[in-house]
């Protein structure tokens, strides 16, 4: 089982490669926001408009800051959603591509878009020290890795751009101004297509000294 580590720039060979997702120890991403295809599937098919659709978020950055001494620095990028509260809700992570100053991940992270919400995300860049490169990224404590950046948007300026991409300077932690060039993050929104089909039963139940009763539920 791979932890999803890459050592070929851009990631584009990184574990489960270009043309296979990561394998199970190293995704982290979940449907969040309750999110599911069948039941927004439901609704359209009876002319309701669902108030929600599911966004796959990819992610790139270019002349990230060099920590290492020997080698370059082996970067890896967190996804947050900011609550209202300020807190931040960890979405997601990529994996982690080993030497490489311009990473394009492969592994995405998947949110909820929901329309009428404004949806503030927050996105930190790591370089995951060598001693953690066996350590499944889903484990790994950010504390212990050093921060080379952070971006934030709304998830709604991704979705509207025509190319449904969006490029952020990088800054130090709480949106402050770096003087020194910290590099850029690029975001890249797609809608994804899962099930498309559901099953609707209608459960009738009676009982000689009750009412009748029916019950409607939607299985995806």
Known sequence: MGN???DVEGGKQAVGGAQQRPNSIAT???NNGGHNDAVEFF???????????QIELSLSASNLLDHDITSKSDPMAVVYAKKRDGKLKELG??????????????????VAFQFEIVQPLVFHVY???????????????LNDQEFLGEATCVLSEIVAKQTRSLTLNLNNKNGHTSLRNLGALTIHAE???SSRSCVEMVVHCS????????LKVILS
């Open 4 to 6: 999803c580590f890459s």
């Open 28 to 30: 982290t991403n979940s």
């Open 43 to 53: 609704f359209k098919s009876r002319g309701i408009q669902p108030l929600f659709t």
């Open 93 to 110: 992570r990529t994996e982690v591509v080993l030497n490489s100053l311009n990473p394009a991940w492969i592994e995405k992270v998947t």
């Open 127 to 141: 370089d995951v020290d060598s001693k953690f490169h066996n350590v499944p990224v889903k484990r790994l404590k």
């Open 191 to 193: 809608e994804t297509i």
């Open 207 to 214: 009982h000689w000294i009750t009412r009748t009763y029916s």
